[in-house]
């Protein structure tokens, strides 16, 4: 698929599923202020202020994916702790991700603890041991990969050197791949890169290029050559190399020409910790809807450029990433087509966020309008409103309708504060989008009733809820445009 593209792509990429194999952590983030030395020692003393947790490592890149829009299955190993328990329970169930953990007694899990202050890491913490597998926990790993291997678009290999991805289990899983044609992407940690031999694209970062090599990559034309060097070292189809500031150098063996080098996307950097869990994350997803590894690469990029303003290892949002793709060239990030407000939707409900969806033409934006869109904000988390094509608008309201084009119309909507996402609608009524989206709010006017509601039944089949809201008196579209027609014929 051609760079033109990226934009059905990222669309397409919704629901793709990604096996996602590799060391999972816990990452715990301890913020703090240091306001004096320890008397006892020349250390910083971190005044307690709040902590949090999330998944690091392949699970790192398994929320991303989610996040992004995408199916992922995680597998990984676990020890029998607590940290074991809160990444298998609630981590996961959060993020919506399904996984399969080795479990492995006497062993403990990673545990990467990062203290902060004012922004700054002052010191990490890690608990660790590296996993040696027997032979039947290597074939325990790759029988859970076999198990969902039918319904798998992309693999990622996510190597920590924890000791997960021996060589024995990652040249089975890229055979495994290979014979179905699917792609496999590597984020390395082994300098001996002949492991990973028969992958798509490997996604090593600048020090680990230059530790591979022996080359000073800190050029665009160094870091090409050590690109090209690399793919052939390891026998891959691609190299996509991220250089921080500097942004990535790509080498695909299929295209033709040199390697690339593109710059980094200018943003303010608050973490980066995890960016290279969401390059991966982005590209991966972009292999499995199509795209072309350099094409990928550039997604990918944009994508670490918001991960990084993020703070801790933060994941990276649809709408987020199809704001800085498309945001300035395409129109208001609000405006969306159907599938991208599926994939907003689905994230939101993952963020435990309560979905509301409202419809009509909305052709001349009033202050009845405003009110209601205003209550129908205030009945859940999240409000995304479904205008009637043009086409559709002619339909219900006749051949003078609508005064406003559609685009108009959707623009002058996602300006409402009130408003969260925009998307339009062909069919004469809403009811496949709501069926597809299903929302947890189903919003009119009070000017119907809940048997007149289209897709109510629907809703509250599914447990959601229909909410009337009250109207403002003396407001519609219709009266305006009469109005107007009878100021202009006196």
Known sequence: MRSGNLKVATENWLGKHVCVLGDVMLDRFVYGQVERVSPEAPVPVLQFQSETVMLGGAGNV????????????????LGEDKSAELIAGSLIAEEGIEAYFLRRPGVPTTVKTRFVSDGQQIMRLDVERKQDLTEAESDDIVGSFETALATIDA???????????????????????????????VDPKSLDVKRYAGATALTPNRSEAEAITHLDCRTDESAQTAARRICELAGVDSVVMTRGAQGMTIFDSAAAGAAISVPAVAREVFDVSGAGDTVVAALALSLAAGLDVTSGARVANAAAGIAVGKRGTGVVRAMELAAALFGSAQGDPKIVERRAALAIVCD????????????????????????????????????????NSDASARRLKGPTRPVQNETARARVMASIASVDLVTLFEEDTPLELIEL???????????????????????????????????????STSSIIARGAKESAS
């Open 437 to 475: 989206l299903k929302p947890d709010v189903l919003i009119k006017g009070a000017d119907y009733t809940i048997e007149t509601v289209v897709g109510a039944d629907i809703v509250q089949a599914y447990g959601g809820k229909v909410l009337l809201v009250p109207l403002e008196a003396g407001h």
């Open 348 to 387: 939101w409900k993952r963020q435990g966020l309560k979905v509301g969806f409202t419809n009509g033409c909305f052709d001349l934006l009033h202050p009845g309008h405003v009110e209601l869109l205003k209550r129908s904000r205030a009945g859940c988390d999240r409000l995304l409103v479904a205008l």
């Open 155 to 185: 693999v990622v290999l996510s190597d920590y050197a924890k000791g997960i991805l021996t060589p024995a289990v990652i040249g089975r899983i890229i055979a495994l791949a290979g014979a179905r044609t699917i792609p496999v992407v």
């Open 62 to 77: 398994a929320r991303n994916i989610a996040a992004l829009g995408g199916r992922v299955t995680l597998i990984g190993a």
